[in-house]
């Protein structure tokens, strides 16, 4: 590989002329969003580098982008939300811009203190990853720079935000359930504790509802306490023979929790999860469970931190982003006839 590309080479790749490559780059006026997308992607594709720190004392940027995760989502067993940090780095590179990583301590957030990345005035925009409290959304509205909420939104928040549809893929994954025979189907999640967990529940309960089917409260099982931290989950009396899990990190550490009780998956009780993430298939059996385009979010989530930072009145609302089932052999199927 060339190892100094220029936008010539860039250029000549692509059948344009080296202004349009030029304009591209730099976000200048004259080119079409497809066009500059597409002239970004070829040049970091080719290894084209901006010159950052030039561009920052002739622009007044830092040409870095803020990516916040609470704590509390960077445990040893957590692994969802640096997979979806990694894709936005990568997103970010196509727009010749560094993504710094900001741990929000528990301590900053419920002493509600700016990030350092934005105190210092190291980023352009800051995308917080993962829900935070209800206090510290308003410390993040009083933040004077584009921002965005990626995998939670909060209705009292001004703050545009891009999630997955939890609701459509818990309701479509408890549709499964349903057409497989099972009547008897708990939800595992504290409802209280996000927007996606919230929204996943009622996804589950709208298709209990469609069905004929009473929301039973014993089958409500809580999986953690107000902070986030997982709690052992109380079984009810009576098992069902399914359990919708608000996420595969619940799903396999339910699972293992039932296997050492004696319980069989599927056999004595089928589980479903949501993420498709790496405990999707550490769990014996394999999760079947809704897949969540990570590579889609992050590029949503990056394409609209740079409209804002070129436009900080530029307004997106909230952005959802599809998902889908991927089946595989923790659901059991009970010949029975599908429910009316």
Partial sequence: MKSNITMKDIADKLGVSSVTVSKALNDKEGVSDTLKLKIKKVAGEMGYRFNSAAKSIKDGLSYNIGVMIPQRFTGLRESFYLQVYQQIAIQLDHYGYFGILNILSSEDEEQLNFPRVYSENKVDGIIILGQVSKKYIETVQNMELPKLFLDFYDEHAAIDSIVTDNFYGAYEITNYLIQCGHRDIAFVGNIYSTSSIQDRFLGYYKSLLEHGMALNERLLLNDRDEHGAYIDIELPEQMPTAFVCNCDQVAYIFGERLNNMGYRVPDDCSIVGFDNDVYATLANPPLTTVEVDIEQMARSAVKA????????????????????????????????????
Avoid: F
């Avoid at 436009?311 to 052999?329: D, E, S």
């Fill in 305 to 340: 931190i740079m409209d804002k930072v070129s436009n900080p009145h530029r307004r997106i609302g909230r952005m959802l982003v599809q998902g889908k089932i991927i089946y595989r052999n923790s659901v059991k199927t009970l010949h029975t006839e599908p429910a009316e």
